[in-house]
């Protein structure tokens, strides 16, 4: 009898072990869930806020910058210590905010800025932050030398940020993330021409539209809260959206500019389900560091230092769209230049004699064309006349008086008789 229950014990203890083996196989198998996904947008105001104590608001943009992608890294490592990335399908990208005076050519360049995890074969997702990283050093410093378009503010545009937001924003966001939209921006958002986009029951395009506006109240609070001051609305929601405003910048001329402006943009974002936003002075960049890193809820490892940075003097006009745009107006606007035909001519008469009628046609037709040579007519090209010989107006010009027309010489000289060819071509004397 005792053997038998010696035989029932060990096989309920083999069969409970058997259970616990077989629950932990299970629970092997099971699929480990992926950590949240985060997508960063980075979103930079390119308008005369650069210009800032002589361009030097520049290097602290690009330290910026590189501070987000080090948050983003943080944040990737925290996921996995081991660095290699292998479940995680993270996204960052750097956007130039929509403006007019922004070459073109900087909208494709700045689409290098940016990296998806989740377009990267698992063993390349390690590999490919450290390029990323890479190409930010090499790459940020070129884009702000191309945005610097002139050393005054009427060289640039607004950033059109309410644009972006009411246009763009929602197809940079993932759905199955946690978005957050960085801002870099004086916190200004004007535009050059604000009648493109009026006023409405005191809702403006601009944040200095409404400053101007309150500034002079002892109680513009009051009167921003009573007359329902504020930007014009963008009829879409982003209830999820995380958003931080870097780098603003009050003017000095007012101590309630930056109170006004934080009001501005908070009521703004508040309109559209934006609950979770901060706004970070324009600082030494470590501060600024700091702040982000409180945000986010991550630790970024070292110290942010900045990039030596030289004033930028001469502009490359080719990249600038004004000027181009100038260009092209002024092509489209200017009249053909008429030529009349040749006339024919018997084939005894010399080339130049030739040439001679089809000169005066030109010059009747168009009195501001140059005075070429009958052989440069021809050719193309201007020949060499040697020295010139002075003459007075009376003797050569052919205005009556002497005196240049609307205050230029033509420098057309009367004809004189020519005496007749010869059969040979030549004239007799």
Request: with cysteine; charged share 30%; net charge neutral.
């Given at each position: 009898m005792?053997?038998?229950?010696?035989?029932?014990?060990?096989?309920?203890?083999?069969l409970?072990?058997?259970?616990?083996?077989?629950?932990?196989?299970?629970d092997?198998?099971?699929?480990?869930?992926?950590?949240?996904k985060?997508?960063?947008?980075?979103?930079?105001?390119?308008?005369?806020?650069?210009?800032?104590?002589?361009?030097?608001?520049?290097?602290?943009?690009?330290?910026?910058?590189?501070?987000?992608?080090?948050?983003?890294?943080?944040?990737?490592?925290?996921?996995?210590?081991?660095?290699?990335?292998?479940?995680?399908?993270?996204?960052?990208?750097?956007?130039?905010?929509?403006?007019?005076?922004?070459?073109?050519?900087?909208?494709?360049?700045?689409?290098?800025?940016?990296?998806?995890?989740?377009?990267?074969?698992?063993?390349?997702?390690?590999?490919?932050?450290?390029?990323?990283?890479?190409?930010?050093?090499?790459?940020?410093?070129?884009?702000?030398?191309?945005?610097?378009?002139?050393?005054?503010?009427?060289?640039?545009?607004?950033?059109d940020?309410?644009?972006?937001?009411?246009?763009?924003l929602?197809?940079?966001?993932?759905?199955d993330?946690?978005?957050?939209?960085?801002?870099?921006?004086?916190?200004?958002?004007?535009?050059?021409?604000?009648?493109?986009?009026?006023?409405q029951?005191?809702?403006?395009?601009?944040?200095?539209?409404?400053?101007?506006?309150?500034k002079?109240?002892?109680?513009?609070e009051?009167k921003?809260?009573?007359?329902?001051y504020?930007?014009?609305?963008?009829?879409?929601?982003?209830p999820?959206?995380?958003?931080?405003?870097?780098?603003?910048?009050?003017?000095?001329?007012?101590?309630?500019?930056?109170?006004?402006?934080?009001?501005?943009?908070?009521?703004?974002?508040?309109?559209?389900?934006?609950?979770?936003?901060?706004?970070?002075?324009?600082?030494?960049?470590?501060e600024v560091?700091?702040?982000?890193?409180?945000?986010?809820?991550?630790?970024?490892?070292?110290?942010?230092?900045?990039?030596?940075?030289?004033?930028?003097?001469?502009?490359?006009?080719s990249?600038?769209?004004?000027?181009?745009?100038?260009?092209q107006?002024?092509?489209?606007?200017?009249?053909?230049?008429?030529?009349?035909?040749?006339?024919?001519?018997?084939?005894?008469?010399?080339s130049?004699?030739?040439?001679?009628?089809?000169?005066?046609?030109?010059?009747?037709?168009?009195?501001?064309?140059?005075?070429?040579?009958?052989?440069?007519?021809?050719?193309?090209?201007?020949?060499?006349?040697?020295?010139?010989?002075?003459?007075?107006?009376?003797?050569?010009d052919i205005?009556?008086?002497?005196?240049?027309?609307?205050?230029?010489?033509t420098?057309?000289?009367?004809?004189?008789?020519?005496?007749?060819?010869?059969?040979?071509?030549?004239?007799?004397?």
């Amino acid at each position: 009898m005792r053997r038998y229950g010696y035989l029932l014990l060990t096989g309920l203890f083999f069969l409970g072990g058997c259970n616990e083996f077989q629950q932990a196989v299970k629970d092997a198998k099971k699929e480990i869930p992926p950590p949240p996904k985060d997508n960063y947008i980075v979103l930079v105001d390119l308008s005369d806020r650069i210009l800032f104590n002589n361009q030097q608001q520049v290097p602290k943009d690009i330290a910026v910058i590189n501070a987000v992608y080090d948050i983003f890294t943080a944040r990737l490592n925290s996921k996995d210590p081991t660095h290699l990335y292998y479940s995680l399908h993270d996204k960052l990208k750097v956007l130039i905010a929509p403006q007019r005076t922004t070459p073109k050519s900087l909208y494709d360049r700045v689409g290098s800025l940016r990296i998806d995890l989740s377009a990267e074969q698992p063993d390349k997702k390690s590999s490919a932050v450290e390029e990323t990283a890479k190409t930010f050093n090499k790459t940020l410093p070129d884009i702000y030398k191309q945005a610097v378009i002139g050393n005054n503010s009427t060289a640039y545009s607004g950033a059109d940020i309410w644009k972006y937001f009411n246009e763009d924003l929602t197809d940079d966001l993932e759905k199955d993330a946690q978005n957050t939209l960085f801002i870099i921006t004086d916190g200004y958002m004007d535009l050059e021409k604000a009648d493109e986009r009026p006023a409405q029951n005191n809702r403006y395009a601009s944040c200095s539209q409404i400053i101007n506006t309150l500034k002079k109240f002892p109680d513009w609070e009051a009167k921003f809260t009573a007359g329902d001051y504020g930007l014009l609305s963008v009829p879409k929601k982003f209830p999820s959206l995380k958003v931080l405003v870097l780098q603003v910048n009050p003017k000095e001329d007012w101590n309630g500019e930056y109170t006004l402006i934080t009001k501005i943009w908070g009521k703004w974002f508040a309109e559209m389900g934006i609950s979770n936003y901060r706004f970070v002075k324009d600082d030494n960049v470590n501060e600024v560091k700091e702040s982000m890193e409180k945000f986010m809820d991550v630790k970024a490892a070292g110290k942010i230092a900045l990039l030596p940075w030289t004033k930028i003097d001469s502009v490359d006009s080719s990249l600038v769209p004004a000027i181009i745009e100038e260009k092209q107006r002024n092509i489209a606007a200017a009249p053909p230049t008429l030529v009349a035909p040749l006339e024919k001519t018997p084939a005894a008469v010399t080339s130049n004699a030739i040439a001679q009628p089809a000169v005066k046609q030109v010059r009747s037709i168009n009195s501001d064309a140059p005075d070429e040579s009958d052989a440069g007519i021809l050719t193309g090209k201007k020949k060499d006349r040697g020295p010139l010989k002075k003459t007075s107006a009376k003797e050569d010009d052919i205005l009556a008086d002497g005196n240049p027309a609307d205050g230029f010489n033509t420098g057309i000289k009367k004809e004189s008789k020519k005496n007749p060819l010869t059969a040979a071509g030549r004239s007799k004397q």
